[in-house]
């Protein structure tokens, strides 16, 4: 069995003569018939772009919407936050605080463990002039 042969380039003769068809139909319109459809296809069009237009409006709402919501957790989340950093600088202060403390202390143990005659050199030259009492006080500078 022999195949038929297929007519053209292979592909079958569907909708070849369709726009063909058009145009014979819309050259055989008069003026009002044709002024009549390009009318119904502009308003088709301007349907379509009416609806594809109100998609776009509602799409951009919705986005406002949510930046809305995003911009309003974003102010909670600052205020929140607020307290933390309040708190790192307290204990930045208290760090301040606690080394500056530490280091009076350092001061005042090595001034208690130093001798006499190394607090006050002219104390202890005074020291040897008075009575005993204004010796003790010349010698606890």
Not at 23 to 51: K, M, Q
Not at 96 to 117: T, V, W, Y
């Amino acid at each position: 069995m022999s195949r038929p042969a297929l007519a053209g380039n292979g592909f079958s003769s569907f909708g070849q003569g369709t726009s063909t068809a058009l145009l014979d139909e819309a050259a055989s319109l008069g003026n009002e018939e044709l002024w009549l459809f390009a009318l119904a296809a502009g308003s088709l069009v301007v349907v379509l772009l009416a609806v594809l237009f109100g998609l776009v409006i509602a799409t951009l709402q919705r986005i406002d919407r949510h930046a809305a919501r995003t911009h309003t957790a974003g102010k909670q989340i600052a205020q929140n936050t607020v307290g933390l950093w309040a708190l790192d600088q307290m204990n930045r202060d208290l760090v301040a605080i606690r080394d500056a403390a530490r280091g009076a202390e350092r001061a005042h143990i090595q001034r208690r463990h130093r001798s006499p005659a190394r607090r006050c050199p002219e104390s202890r030259r005074l020291a040897g002039r008075f009575g005993a009492r204004r010796r003790q006080e010349l010698l606890a500078c």
